[in-house]
């Protein structure tokens, strides 16, 4: 069991891909932090409309809630968040499709004379069609 986990998104039209990483992430570690992409941030990468912050935050939020395990949310204006400046973080929570980033992090982190963290990688969640879920479609 992991002592603080960082996951982090924008968690736009809260799908199960995103439920099953927030799960995972919750069964793993004894305190969350959850890096939600500010609406500035989110709207600059994301082609599709965005939900605003605060309601983005609601449902994760009412979401989170039954999953019994003590968390915060942190707004992020960047790719990285809290992840590569917090000494506290012992992991991370991606999916297949974000490992390369959590890779990044840990090579910022060890510039940085950071402990480097854990990687827990969530499989891909598919569609009836197989395609990877997706806020876009």
């Given at each position: 069991?992991?002592?603080?986990?960082?996951?982090?998104?924008?968690?736009?039209?809260?799908?199960n891909g995103h439920k099953k990483v927030l799960k995972t992430a919750f069964e793993?570690?004894?305190?969350?932090?959850?890096?939600?992409?500010?609406?500035?941030?989110a709207r600059r990468f994301k082609t599709k409309k965005i939900t605003s912050y605060?309601?983005?935050?609601?449902?994760?939020?009412?979401?989170?809630?039954?999953?019994?395990?003590?968390?915060?949310?942190?707004?992020?204006?960047?790719?990285?968040?809290?992840?590569?400046?917090?000494?506290?973080?012992?992991?991370?929570?991606?999916?297949?499709?974000?490992?390369?980033?959590?890779?990044?992090?840990?090579?910022?982190?060890?510039?940085?004379?950071?402990?480097?963290?854990?990687?827990?990688?969530?499989?891909?969640?598919?569609?009836?069609?197989?395609?990877?879920?997706?806020?876009?479609?």
């Amino acid at each position: 069991m992991f002592k603080k986990t960082v996951v982090g998104g924008t968690f736009n039209g809260l799908h199960n891909g995103h439920k099953k990483v927030l799960k995972t992430a919750f069964e793993n570690s004894k305190h969350i932090t959850i890096g939600l992409t500010s609406d500035d941030f989110a709207r600059r990468f994301k082609t599709k409309k965005i939900t605003s912050y605060a309601k983005r935050k609601r449902e994760l939020e009412k979401f989170i809630k039954t999953l019994k395990t003590p968390y915060e949310v942190v707004e992020i204006n960047d790719i990285y968040g809290i992840a590569t400046i917090d000494p506290g973080l012992d992991s991370i929570v991606v999916s297949d499709e974000t490992l390369l980033r959590a890779e990044e992090i840990n090579t910022i982190r060890f510039k940085k004379t950071l402990p480097r963290l854990t990687i827990i990688v969530v499989p891909l969640v598919l569609d009836s069609k197989g395609r990877p879920l997706s806020s876009s479609r």
